[in-house]
């Protein structure tokens, strides 16, 4: 009993040595199994702690790619900004550079334009003092040729004030008595202006003269050697003489016939000096004209009041039309749309 035959190899063992072998087994499997298990934990742990390792350096990673992924957009809108704050200087630059070349330009077209209103001012005056120049010397000449021609009569300058006369003739006969006055202007132009006769005319009554004569080297229209325009004598200069020599001696026979009229009444003397008067004469005149200006005006409205009386009579006439027209389509379709009546004049206080 204390001896036990192995199955196996048909030994026999003492019962103790098995149980102890048995045992030591047991303790060998047991301590295995806890040393596997052992293992396994430590195992487990090592691979979560790899896998705590490899999350945390997946974040890492992910961290650092996403903050490299910032950074390279950090840079890149870094080198946008750079490259459009280059742009913008590069822009800024250029638009000052045309700015400046734009005012550069400016400016010198700005002194071309000075210069050419210089040069045109000169020009002008150049001109103008050409043709005073002109006027002058023609002033000059046809006042010695009259001063030579009529011995006896007075040329004096005009008075200040009176800018449309050049030089003032008194006529006089061989006793030195005066017979009247005669305004003298000449004109070197290239234009004929009418407006030299009113200048003219009004010059002559403010110095109360006889007669004016406006020497010209363009005449109006028609004019060949003289003619009366306005009340004013215009000539060229080869008929200034002549036609002074008419005027000077009808206005000394004017003044030989009122000197040779007798009154014994002084009142009626006096009246016939103040009617005969050059004075009473240039008044009347100066009436005449603003009679004719007012009859041209008065003439000018009735021609404009006729155009619009007549523009109202074919628009009334044309609306009558149209109504009538109208009203008679609608009887077409309506026959029983009653005729229109003719409408009642009524009488307006003024009898119309």
Not at 126 to 135: A, H
Not at 184 to 191: F, G, I, M, Q, Y
Request: hydrophobic share 35%; aromatic share 6%.
């Amino acid at each position: 009993m204390d001896t036990i035959i192995c199955p196996h190899c048909k030994k026999s063992f003492e019962l103790s040595q098995v149980i102890i072998h048995a045992l030591q087994e047991a303790a060998e499997l047991k301590q295995k199994a806890v040393f596997e298990k052992e293992k396994a934990g430590i195992q487990l742990k090592a691979e979560e702690k790899i896998k705590k390792e490899l999350e945390l350096r997946k974040s890492t990673n992910q961290k650092l790619e996403n903050q490299l992924i910032s950074l390279k957009k950090a840079q890149e809108e870094n080198e946008r900004k750079r490259k459009e704050e280059s742009e913008k200087i590069k822009l800024d630059a250029q638009k000052k550079a045309e700015e400046d070349q734009r005012l550069k330009l400016r400016e010198k077209d700005l002194q071309l334009e000075q210069a050419r209103k210089v040069n045109d001012e000169l020009k002008r005056k150049l001109d103008e003092g050409s043709q005073q120049r002109q006027g002058e010397a023609m002033e000059l000449d046809l006042e010695e040729n009259l001063a030579s021609t009529f011995r006896y009569d007075e040329f004096l300058p005009v008075p200040k004030g009176i800018t449309g006369g050049d030089i003032i003739q008194i006529v006089r006969n061989k006793f030195g008595s005066t017979a009247g006055s005669i305004l003298w202007e000449a004109k070197r132009s290239k234009t004929w202006s009418k407006l030299w006769l009113i200048k003219l005319r009004e010059d002559m009554r403010k110095i109360d003269a006889n007669d004016c004569i406006l020497v010209s080297d363009v005449l109006p229209p028609n004019v060949k050697v003289y003619e009366r325009i306005d009340n004013v004598w215009v000539t060229s200069y080869a008929y200034a003489l002549p036609l002074a020599s008419v005027l000077r001696d009808g206005l000394i026979k004017v003044a030989i016939a009122k000197s040779s009229a007798s009154h014994t009444d002084e009142e009626l003397r006096g009246l016939y000096r103040l009617i005969t008067s050059e004075s009473f004469k240039n008044k009347f005149e100066a009436r005449n004209e603003t009679i004719r200006n007012m009859k041209l005006g008065l003439e000018s409205d009735e021609r404009a009041m006729d155009r619009i009386f007549k523009r109202r009579k074919v628009e009334i006439e044309k609306l009558e039309r149209n109504n009538n027209q109208l009203y008679s389509e609608l009887q077409a379709h309506v026959p029983s749309l009653l005729p229109l009546k003719e409408p009642e004049m009524i009488e307006l206080e003024s009898g119309e």
